[in-house]
T-cell receptor
């Protein structure tokens, strides 16, 4: 079945370390997104990509980086510059030109220890 | 920019009907979507309104009035499994539309 796979499900990071969250989709979707969710909050856009080798900053890109070397993959790196990285991270995808019906992965819960 | 406002919590009785409202302020608006998220889970797409009016999908309906910058999600015949958070999301951006989400409404269904 098609879908989005995020790994790991839980991740613990020491302060000052960079960590990379994986996101892989087999839906043949063009566009991929990273959202951050804090308790009791909505989803805030970190980065998005409409095509391979191209990506744009979202509303809260500071302290994060991404790459899009393959259509299927859109990893997110949380760098040591991100001051408050503890959150639930969600990856999503959709076809270009479609503004609804996003498919989400099951998320990665990152905790800084 | 976009902002979407929705109530933070709603409680309703099993079998009843509940309406979750969403108002928005936006420029370049491209439609309103609704997503359901159970605790610790992934959001799942419920409904979309690109034009004014009512869209019905089973027990769920969604309404949009672009002139009023207002929409709502209507859940009928509530079941315990409907206890979840519900997010409205507005589409913006040309090409690959970006979604801006409201902060979510936590629905508690009680017996």
């Amino acid at each position: 079945d098609g879908g989005i796979t995020q790994s790991p499900k839980y991740l613990f990071r020491k302060e000052g370390q960079n960590v990379t969250l994986s996101c892989e989709q087999n839906l043949n979707h063009d566009a991929m997104y990273w959202y951050r969710q804090d308790p009791g909050q909505g989803l805030r856009l970190i980065y998005y990509s409409q095509i391979v080798n191209d990506f744009q900053k979202g509303d809260i890109a500071e302290g994060y980086s991404v790459s899009r070397e393959k259509k299927e993959s859109f990893p997110l790196t949380v760098t040591s510059a991100q001051k408050n990285p503890t959150a639930f991270y969600l990856c999503a995808s959709t076809q270009n030109g479609v503004n609804y019906g996003y498919t989400f992965g099951s998320g990665t819960r990152l905790t800084v220890v | 920019g976009q902002s979407l406002e929705q109530p933070s919590e709603v409680t309703a009785v099993e079998g009843a009907i509940v309406q979750i409202n969403c108002t928005y302020q936006t420029s370049g608006f491209y439609g309103l979507s609704w997503y359901q998220q159970h605790d610790g889970g992934a959001p799942t797409f419920l409904s979309y309104n690109g034009l004014d009016g009512l869209e019905e999908t089973g027990r769920f309906s969604s309404f949009l009035s672009r002139s009023d910058s207002y929409g709502y999600l209507l859940l009928q015949e509530l079941q315990m499994k409907d206890s979840a958070s519900y997010f409205c999301a507005g589409g913006t951006g040309a090409g690959s539309y970006q979604l801006t989400f409201g902060k979510g409404t936590k629905l508690s269904v009680i017996p």
